[in-house]
């Protein structure tokens, strides 16, 4: 199974851009990096995923190096409830292809007045 | 639309005690997967499904069971409780494929004593 590194925590300012690096150094061709967040106890919540381009959607963008081996997670004008935990994900393709999604410990992302 | 509902959202197990964790799901997701999260910890996935029939064990499948006799379905039975199974349970369902995001449930936080 592909695996991420991911800071433990980080900090950012209220209204600047939070970006959150992942690495995924033994991606495979078609596996997708996927990112999702935690807040509190909740369960995790989608926010972005891509395969080779980079993308955008309501709540982030996701930038994908050209070699895959790593992405960063943007979220351009963090509030105070974007405080949680950043989960970066490689969906496995594996042999039967059932694409499981593998969780790592995250990055604790702390949004501060 | 509910999408991925839990039952309970909590319960308190003694020692050697079973129950069964309800998960059901409206939208007519081939996948679905349960996951468990202890404090401070990331989710680890404890069994998954394809489809209907089909189930197949995650990173931590000892000492609990499941089934898949429906489409919207998937319970997790716990057969004989013990206190290292005090954790918070998350399901959740996707569509098939590699390029789709899974949606997740609120969770059932589970305390063994």
Redesign the interface.
């Known amino acids: 199974d592909a695996k991420t590194t991911q800071p433990p925590s980080m900090d950012c300012a209220e209204g600047r851009a939070a970006n959150l690096p992942c690495n995924h150094s033994t991606i495979s061709g078609?596996?997708?990096v996927?990112w999702y967040r935690q807040i509190h106890?909740?369960?995790?919540?989608?926010i972005i995923?891509g395969?080779k381009n980079n993308e955008t959607n309501e709540m982030a963008s996701l930038i994908i190096t050209e070699d895959r081996k790593s992405s960063t997670l943007i979220l351009p004008h963090a509030t105070l409830r974007d405080t949680a935990v950043y989960?970066c994900i490689v969906?496995v393709?594996g042999s039967?292809?059932?694409?499981?999604?593998?969780?790592?410990?995250?990055t604790t992302l702390q949004v501060k007045p | 639309n509910a999408g991925v509902t839990q039952t309970p959202k909590f319960r308190i197990l003694k020692i050697g005690q079973s129950m069964t964790l309800q998960c059901t799901q409206d939208m007519n997701h081939n996948y679905m997967y349960w996951y468990r999260q202890d404090p401070g910890m990331g989710l680890k996935l404890i069994y998954y499904s394809v489809g209907a029939g089909i189930t197949d064990k995650g990173e931590v499948p000892n000492g609990y069971n499941v089934s898949r006799s429906t489409t919207e379905d998937f319970p997790l039975r716990l057969e004989l409780a013990a206190p290292s199974q005090t954790s918070v349970y998350f399901c959740a369902s996707g569509l098939t494929g590699l390029n789709t995001e899974a949606f997740f449930g609120q969770g059932t936080r589970l305390t063994v004593v």
């Open positions: 078609n596996e997708y996927y106890s909740q369960g995790p919540q989608y995923h395969l989960y969906r393709a039967s292809n059932t694409g499981k999604l593998i969780f790592g410990q995250g």
